[in-house]
């Protein structure tokens, strides 16, 4: 929860309590033991400026302005200040969810089908208000034989992408990515236009394909859009948290979407949701996302989720550890090993880790195309390209090469191992 406030000291700070102010605000609705213990927290010694700071950078002050802007104990020009930040968020939002509007409409008119992601979705959805679910771009999801189509839309509406691409990695984008950055210079809005929820090594075996066979809509301004369905929505937000960095799960908001996700579930169907991840690849992945969810729900988890926790305590582990990366007061920046690894942690089954290694270590990035434009027709090169560059970048350097080769004689006379 690395903010600029609160580093003037020589060591790390402790941010136990405020991190508890977000556990405990950050949601749309609070229980009576949640209640009493904010009252608590908030008569002791809170630093504010790491509130808004850390609360802002993290997209939750909407949440801690419903909680918190009518407390006494809050002092005057925080609430002001959440207040402000409030309003602002209001008319974001209200701007932005107007434009999905009439961007989902040119798409309905140009014949292709489109589902709205995230944002808001989410807010609609499972926030039960617009304005509470601070979002700041937009996604849209279309199905792949739509791409090209649905691009040409997108710039009609005075839209540019973020990365051109030409050539062999115009052949090559629709395959190894699962979206498209795009801004319009006149407004800065940037949308994200997917075909997928998140590259082949991160989401398990859900298929483009599948997310499209019974979908959900929403109201949004008197327009009924398209959204994944319940159990898929679940599962998209937690493919989306694991998959980010500079670790898992960086910001409050996105765990605050499965947070009231589990708290307006109702009837769902859990048992259900658990095997469909789990044909999906994705049953870790599931539970992960349930799992850093839980301080935000003071117990709520349903119990067949309890029961399923309780025998993956690497799970549970690193979700403890999410909330301690979270609560740091520096930066948290994980090497390639150690990200791997937790990529691993979540995969389900061997054969599932050996798919993940394989399309890590084969999935073309855009490093790789940044190295070298080709031509379309050797676009397959790409992939030893890929190979070749990640050799050099991870693999042991020539003067190391030589120290493991030398005879234990010939290390002796130069010094031995030192």
């Not at 909407?62 to 918190?68: M, R, S, V, W």
């Not at 052949?171 to 990515?177: A, D, G, I, K, S």
């Not at 409050?252 to 991840?277: M, N, P, T, Y």
Request: net charge negative; with cysteine; glycine share 8%.
């Amino acid at each position: 929860m690395t903010s600029t406030a609160g580093k003037a000291g020589s060591g790390p700070t402790d941010r136990g309590l405020e991190v508890e102010l977000f556990q405990l605000a950050a949601r749309t609705d609070l229980s009576e033991a949640a209640e009493r213990r904010l009252g608590d927290l908030l008569a002791g010694p809170i630093d504010w400026d790491y509130v808004l700071a850390a609360g802002g950078l993290h997209g939750i002050l909407p949440l801690l302005h419903i909680h918190l802007g009518q407390r006494e104990t809050v002092p005057a020009p925080i609430r002001q200040a959440l207040r402000e930040r409030g309003e602002r968020v209001a008319r974001s939002n209200l701007y932005l969810s107007s434009q999905l509007v009439e961007i989902a409409d040119a798409l309905s008119q140009a014949g292709v089908s489109a589902l709205a992601l995230k944002g808001p979705a989410v807010a609609a959805t499972l926030y039960g208000d617009l304005f509470l679910r601070e979002f700041g771009d937009l996604d849209i999801l279309v199905k792949s034989e739509d791409v090209v189509q649905a691009t040409d839309v997108v710039e009609s509406q005075g839209f540019a992408p973020w990365l051109s691409v030409s050539g062999a990695q115009e052949e090559v984008l629709p395959h190894v990515e699962y979206s498209r950055t795009f801004t319009r210079p006149a407004d800065g809005l940037d949308l994200d236009l997917h075909w997928d929820l998140a590259r082949s090594f991160f989401r398990g075996r859900i298929e483009a394909e599948s997310l499209w066979g019974d979908t959900s809509s929403f109201d949004l301004h008197g327009h009924e859009l398209q959204c994944l369905r319940p159990d898929l929505q679940l599962l998209a937000l937690c493919v989306h948290g694991a998959k980010h960095g500079p670790f898992p799960w960086p910001r409050l908001k996105w765990i605050c979407d499965v947070a009231e996700f589990v708290r307006q579930s109702g009837a769902f169907d859990w048992e259900a949701a658990v095997l469909c991840a789990r044909e999906l690849g994705c049953r870790r992945t599931l539970l992960f996302g349930l799992a850093v969810s839980r301080p935000l729900l003071d117990g709520e988890m349903p119990p067949s989720i309890q029961q399923e926790l309780a025998g993956e305590p690497q799970v549970r582990s690193l979700a403890d550890r999410i909330w301690m990366w979270l609560a740091s007061d520096t930066d948290i920046s994980l090497s390639f090993s150690e990200r791997v690894a937790i990529d691993l942690t979540l995969i389900d089954g061997g054969g599932g880790r050996l798919s993940y290694a394989a399309r890590r270590i084969l999935t073309p990035t855009k490093k790789d195309w940044e190295a070298r434009t080709l031509p379309r027709y050797l676009a397959f090169l790409y992939v030893p390209l890929r190979i070749a560059r990640l050799a050099g970048q991870y693999g042991p350097r020539p003067w190391r090469l030589r120290h493991f080769l030398r005879t234990d004689d010939s290390r002796s006379a130069s010094g031995g191992d030192s």
